[in-house]
């Protein structure tokens, strides 16, 4: 179902393919087709839209033929790309597991053998660097899994199949708390590049940049040094959606006990898999091994969005 995730980005980066880290006022496009509609699936945008009338055969079509609607971009896609395979989820699911714990074994095979201890820390970072980059991209990998579990697109049938994946794939191997992050990427998706109801990213107008604080136009300069640390100031301050970890925010405003209490279990997860690392390998080997790759996948998914959105 990776195919279809894929193909979700597309039809999102599409649509919004003027919008490059900038948002525009505009109208709500609100053709959108039903199988979108009927599944967890539903993917909305309130990105300018030329105007939409449906033809004859009621396929939606804009008047000056540049950007097609959702629904006709449905139309051109074969029914095979929403069709849902739980076994083919489940292997890749088991293989991204595998791909983790061998690359993070062995790393931390290396920074706890009395060859890596007996030279200097210079020596130290050249050895484990290729191993935390591999270790981080395996971590990636996975977090797709999660994402797609997310959607519901891991299992149709069994609503826990996906809590499960999610759960291993976010919670545990990238210590994202999966159901607030669920949360807000299906109103991510809900609200895509609109300017002040978007989650998941900052939008302000382009003729507005000059008006910007002068603290907020100097991190626009800098975003690609940022990259490695923004996903730690998503989920730990909560910008700009609401704490993941520590359940505070928009995110969690007019949300029931019940969600919250969903929300909290998540969160215990990704501590306590963070806390019990820690206290095996110890503060300096938890850095190596475990903390400098989680930085290698924020930079993964921070770029990916980058490119999305461009």
Same mark, same amino acid.
């Given at each position: 179902?990776?195919?279809y995730?894929?193909?979700s980005?597309?039809i999102?980066?599409?649509?919004?393919?003027?919008?490059?880290?900038?948002s525009?006022?505009?109208?709500?496009?609100?053709?959108?087709?039903s199988?979108?509609?009927?599944? #967890?699936?539903f993917?909305?945008?309130?990105?300018?839209?030329?105007?939409?009338?449906?033809?004859?055969?009621?396929?939606?079509v804009?008047d000056?033929?540049?950007?097609?609607s959702?629904?006709?971009i449905?139309?051109?896609?074969?029914?095979?790309?929403?069709e849902?395979s739980?076994?083919?989820?489940?292997?890749?699911?088991?293989?991204?597991?595998?791909?983790?714990?061998?690359s993070?074994t062995?790393?931390h095979?290396?920074?706890?053998?009395d060859?890596?201890?007996a030279?200097?820390?210079?020596?130290q970072g050249?050895?484990?660097f290729p191993?935390?980059i591999?270790?981080g991209?395996?971590?990636?990998?996975t977090?797709?899994?999660?994402h797609d579990?997310?959607?519901g697109t891991? #299992?149709?049938?069994?609503k826990?199949?996906?809590?499960?994946?999610?759960?291993?794939?976010?919670?545990?191997?990238c210590l994202?708390?999966?159901?607030?992050?669920?949360?807000?990427?299906?109103?991510?998706?809900?609200?895509?590049?609109?300017?002040s109801?978007?989650?998941?990213h900052?939008?302000?107008?382009?003729?507005?940049?000059?008006?910007?604080?002068?603290?907020?136009?100097?991190?626009?300069e800098?975003?690609?040094l940022?990259?490695?640390?923004?996903y730690?100031?998503y989920?730990?301050?909560?910008?700009?959606?609401?704490?993941?970890v520590?359940?505070?925010?928009?995110?969690?405003?007019d949300v029931s006990?019940?969600?919250?209490?969903?929300?909290?279990?998540?969160?215990?997860?990704?501590?306590a898999?963070?806390?019990?690392l820690w206290?095996?390998?110890?503060?300096a080997?938890?850095?190596?091994?475990?903390?400098?790759?989680?930085?290698v996948?924020?930079?993964?998914?921070?770029?990916?969005r980058?490119?999305?959105?461009?």
């Open positions: 179902m990776r195919v995730s894929a193909a980005l597309f999102a980066a599409f649509v919004g393919k003027d919008v490059q880290g900038f525009v006022k505009g109208r709500t496009q609100s053709s959108v087709p199988q979108f509609k009927s599944s #967890s699936l993917v909305s945008t309130t990105t300018p839209l030329p105007a939409i009338e449906t033809s004859a055969n009621n396929v939606a804009n000056d033929d540049e950007v097609p959702l629904g006709a449905a139309k051109m896609l074969p029914k095979s790309s929403f849902i739980t076994k083919t989820s489940l292997l890749y699911f088991f293989l991204d597991l595998v791909a983790v714990a061998s993070m062995f790393l095979s290396v920074v706890t053998s060859f890596y201890r030279v200097p820390v210079w020596e050249l050895m484990a191993l935390q591999l270790t991209f395996t971590c990636w990998i977090w797709c899994i999660g579990a997310g959607h891991v #299992s149709k049938k069994h826990w199949v996906n809590r499960l994946v999610g759960e291993v794939a976010h919670s545990m191997v994202t708390p999966y159901v607030p992050w669920q949360m807000s990427h299906l109103r991510h998706h809900l609200n895509h590049n609109h300017l109801r978007d989650y998941s900052q939008w302000f107008i382009r003729e507005e940049k000059d008006d910007l604080p002068k603290v907020f136009q100097l991190a626009y800098l975003r690609m940022q990259l490695p640390f923004l730690f100031v989920l730990f301050l909560g910008i700009p959606d609401g704490g993941h520590f359940l505070y925010g928009r995110l969690w405003k006990l019940k969600e919250k209490l969903d929300g909290s279990i998540s969160a215990i997860i990704s501590v898999t963070a806390g019990f206290n095996l390998m110890g503060t080997d938890f850095v190596v091994v475990c903390l400098m790759p989680w930085l996948c924020s930079f993964w998914l921070f770029m990916v980058a490119v999305v959105f461009s």
